[in-house]
T-cell receptor, first 116, second 112 residues
Framework: AQKVTQAQTEISVVEKEDVTLDCVYE???????LFWYKQPPSGELVFLIR??????QNEISGRYSWNFQKSTSSFNFTITASQVVDSAVYFC?????????????FGKGTSLLVTP | DADVTQTPRNRITKTGKRIMLECSQT?????MYWYRQDPGLGLQLIYY???????NKGEISDGYSVSRQAQAKFSLSLESAIPNQTALYFC???????????FGPGTRLLVL
């Protein structure tokens, strides 16, 4: 079963619009970690944020913000005033104890296109 | 210099050939991982290593083998490459079980 679901396969917005990328996860562990990574067209994976299951505080970093809600098992990512350089595939990932000792379970990614 | 490097960055090979993808890191991390990414999919875990003497299979290890030559080096081998192993391969490292994984730049592999 998919542990991380990113229901939005592709999103297209016009520059300066706000956009939210959804992430829903599934785990039985009480201790787990959630991540967002960015994969620009060049292909590398860039770490954006790590959140542990005991910290439900929202995080803001510049134009990026993250909303973690344990009650709905969601960890959504919002880009405010999007820019063309934000165009990329964004992956949400879950790390739990499991059989592979905290290896990452990735969602299938959301492809974001920001047009001028 | 990059903390996690992968060589080669691109590789074209033929069905049945044996190839090796190499990963090196200067982060001093004990844990290293190999993932593959197929178009439209997330990353899938192939193998992972907690230290030089501890290597474990991931969810899609069939057709692959690994070698942890040193703390800083973790190689992935395709013993007899087949076309459905065409993918983007990533190496990653982390300082511990709950720590962030940092990824190398990836190796694009095409098996003809």
């Amino acid at each position: 079963a998919q542990k991380v679901t990113q229901a939005q396969t592709e999103i297209s917005v016009v520059e300066k619009e706000d956009v939210t990328l959804d992430c829903v996860y599934e785990t039985r562990d009480t201790t787990y970690y959630l991540f967002w990574y960015k994969q620009p067209p060049s292909g590398e994976l860039v770490f954006l944020i790590r959140r542990n299951s005991f910290d439900e505080q929202n995080e803001i970093s510049g134009r990026y913000s993250w909303n973690f809600q344990k009650s709905t098992s969601s960890f959504n990512f919002t880009i405010t005033a999007s820019q063309v350089v934000d165009s990329a595939v964004y992956f949400c990932a879950l790390s739990e104890r499991g059989d592979s000792g905290y290896a990452l379970n990735f969602g299938k990614g959301t492809s974001l296109l920001v047009t001028p | 210099d990059a903390d996690v490097t992968q060589t080669p960055r691109n590789r074209i090979t033929k069905t049945g050939k044996r190839i090796m993808l190499e990963c090196s890191q200067t982060k001093g991390h004990d844990r290293m991982y190999w993932y593959r990414q197929d178009p439209g999919l997330g990353l899938q875990l192939i193998y992972y290593s907690f230290d030089v003497k501890d290597i474990n299979k991931g969810e899609i290890s069939d057709g692959y083998s690994v070698s942890r030559q040193a703390q800083a080096k973790f190689s992935l081998s395709l013993e007899s490459a087949i076309p459905n192993q065409t993918a983007l391969y990533f190496c990653a490292t982390s300082a511990g079980p709950r720590e962030t994984q940092y990824f190398g730049p990836g190796t694009r592999l095409l098996v003809l």
